[in-house]
């Protein structure tokens, strides 16, 4: 089509084969789009995502605790983060906030949950196109009075599950809303991974450490099956960085099963550094 000179006939089947062409690689990313949102369906849904967000408890199991220096600021890094670190973003504070809340810390919950709700939201653009269901005042007043009640992990949990189900319907048929929510997956797990290394370097082991990093390979695992799934499509996969990414769970995720959850201080090293790089960029300050 843009070869004005072409004679008619080849124009003719040049257009033919593009748009026979354009059709097959449209409805191939279609149907990448709903796989992918069927897989996260499965495995972030339902019990199975309920049992995620809940297994945060295995931190105050463990005995470990809440360390303000491990979560991410909530001020002066959103502003210059571009569209695939925002959504990395929106994964880590609501890692964040679900560790907040856990250790009943009011006043980090809330920064954490409203820069999801309000900043991160807009300028992903995902007001215009979601309708959020929010946590209600009455909600939020009594998550706020007692947050380290199970209860009020059990209402945040719920609101999550509900946003989550409608997010997932969406990604079927957007890809930017898909790679949102693909980025707020391996936000969450990067995030995760690195608060528990760090709190298991200074930890005295035991079982229960055991099943907090047992849990990890769980999440790891279930992300690397949504990357697999939109690596289906080379335009989606480039655009997540799907390789880059795989780079960074493969390698966690054999060393984890490796060890079966029993890790030294030289495997959490190991975990760190791998993590480390993508968490940096995340946390530096905007000018």
Do not use: W
């Amino acid at each position: 089509m843009r070869k004005a000179t072409m004679l008619l006939t080849m124009a003719t089947l040049l257009v033919s084969l593009c748009l026979a062409g354009g059709a097959a690689l449209a409805a191939d990313k279609a149907q990448v789009l709903k796989d992918g949102a069927d897989k996260m369906e499965a495995l972030f849904c339902e019990a199975e995502g309920k049992s995620l967000m809940q297994n945060v408890g295995l931190f105050k199991q463990a005995g470990l605790t809440y360390q303000a220096s491990l979560v991410l600021p909530t001020k002066g890094i959103i502003a210059c983060k571009d569209a695939r670190q925002l959504g990395m973003l929106m994964g880590a504070y609501g890692f964040d906030a679900n560790y907040a809340l856990l250790f009943g810390k009011k006043k980090e919950f809330l920064a954490a949950n409203g820069l999801m709700a309000k900043e991160l939201a807009e300028r992903l653009k995902m007001t215009g196109k979601l309708k959020v269901q929010p946590l209600s005042a009455d909600e939020l007043k009594k998550m706020a009075a007692n947050p380290n009640d199970p209860a009020s992990r059990e209402i945040y949990v719920k609101n999550l599950i509900t946003n989550l189900h409608q997010s997932i319907q969406l990604a079927q048929t957007d890809a930017a809303f898909a790679g949102i929510m693909v980025d707020s997956a391996y936000g969450a797990v990067i995030q995760g991974l690195y608060v528990a290394s760090k709190l298991g370097l200074s930890a005295k082991g035991g079982d229960k450490l055991v099943a907090l990093f047992n849990e990890q390979i769980k999440r790891l695992d279930k992300t690397q099956q949504v990357l697999a799934v939109y690596a289906g499509d080379k335009e989606l996969a480039e655009t997540l960085g799907s390789a880059k990414r795989q780079a960074v769970l493969k390698p966690a995720l054999e060393l984890l099963k490796a060890k079966s959850g029993k890790l030294g201080k030289d495997d959490l090293k190991k975990l760190l550094a791998l993590v480390e790089p993508e968490r940096r960029e995340l946390t530096k300050k905007c000018k």
